[in-house]
């Protein structure tokens, strides 16, 4: 690993750029109109916090998982390990300032399966807040339509703001800024000029149109309305990868306790019961994609992102540093019934399966439903009330008694499809149930 011998102003020397001073705290709202002048001073501030992020990244290979229920101490606890203290003390500043940027996509509470857990939020402000970082602001711009004002009242953000005497940001309300990358223009929300570190805390969830939206796709929330309308114009992804180049997180931190198996907007819930953290949101979406079932490859603005230097897709098993591993045997929730789900339950033999197994299984049978192959698949075991028994195929370490099983504990639902359908490949005529 390389070690920086730059430090504070002199990573802008380097890149020719001049130390911008950015803001303590907020500027005062613009208005929702492009600011008309100060492009090319909005271009060197985003170039210069590149260049810090790039400084703080230098072991950003790593990916850290923690199994569990409870947001707030998994946050607490991801953070702890990554030692992300020492990471703000690179910034050389007293209070910089710390936006936070949870998905607020709809007005809905996070067991929906589409916005992020307030209480993991709450772990987030508390290690802060513990080693003496106060200056914190939570940002976000709910989806074309829906108002920020009322996301943060129904998700539970302005009574956590209010416990911390934080402000809230509605970026809809927001000026904007003109910033070119790769050749394309984008308009970015002006607030995020004063920001000295971005933590991006999505939720894990599949798509309707890209399939997957974690760390990438989650700052499309820090764009005008009408820039998200240019964006779905485009194609959603190369915009979506020069977004991740200009605005780049320094920490993701995965909200996977719940995410959803369909839909960006929830109602599909399924629960993981993880939260994953990483300081390259490349990298980080590599990994959530096995978490429900793709390959990288498949989702076109990771590749995209890569290429354009935001950061690394391949995820090896030495990448990942796990902090525990889920033992506690799922139970079924009646709030996250949904018909998707229990359909897809008709090919499942649970016996005290945890949570994560669980989720990652009924992921890949949704990934083999949409490939059109899951009605050919026999029942799969799964759990721990497994282990010792024979089956015919299973998923999971305590499936290893099945004639054949995936792995793993728990595997990735990549791993499974992967698994699953060379199975079949191989049982031309064993469509029968």
Known sequence: MR????????????MGVAPAPFPRRLPAAAGPGLLPAGAACAQAKFRARTAIC?????AMEKLYVIYGSKGEEMARAIMERMNIARDLELLKKDQPLICLKPNLVVAQPAQWGATTDPDLVKGV???????????????????????????????????????????????????????????LELEICASLLAVDYLINLPVLKAHCQTKLTCALKNLKGCIPDREKRRFHRLGLHRPIACLN????????????????????????????DCVIGGRDPVAVDAYAAELIGYRASEIEYIGLAERLGVGCAAVGAESIVYLNRRQEARRDEPALA????????????????????????????????????????????????????????????????????????????????????????????????
């Open 3 to 14: 070690q920086s011998k730059i430090l504070g102003g002199g990573c802008f020397r380097e």
């Open 54 to 58: 790039d400084i703080i990244s230098m």
């Open 125 to 183: 402000i508390g290690y802060l807040r513990e080693h003496g970082y106060t200056n914190i602001a939570i940002m976000e711009s709910a989806w074309v339509g829906d108002d920020t004002a009322v996301a943060f009242e129904v998700c539970g953000y302005r009574q956590l703001a209010a416990e911390f005497a934080m402000p809230l940001v509605d970026l809809k309300k927001d000026g904007a800024v003109a910033v070119t990358v790769d050749g």
């Open 245 to 272: 180049k200009v605005l780049r997180s320094h920490l993701t931190i995965v909200d996977g306790i719940i995410g959803d198996l369909t839909y960006e907007g929830g109602g599909t819930p399924v629960r993981m």
């Open 338 to 433: 949904s018909e998707a789900v229990d359909y897809l339950r008709r090919w499942i033999l649970e016996r005290e399966a945890c949570s994560p197994c669980y989720a990652a299984l009924v992921y890949a049978l949704r990934r083999l439903k949409e490939n059109g192959r899951l009605e050919k698949l026999p029942p799969v075991c799964i759990g721990q009330g497994w282990k010792g028994h024979a089956g015919k195929i299973g998923v999971g370490a305590c499936t290893r008694g099945c004639r054949r099983h995936v792995p793993g504990c728990p595997p990735r639902a990549g791993e499974i499809v992967a698994a699953l359908q060379s199975w079949l490949d191989q049982w031309p005529g064993s469509g029968s149930r």
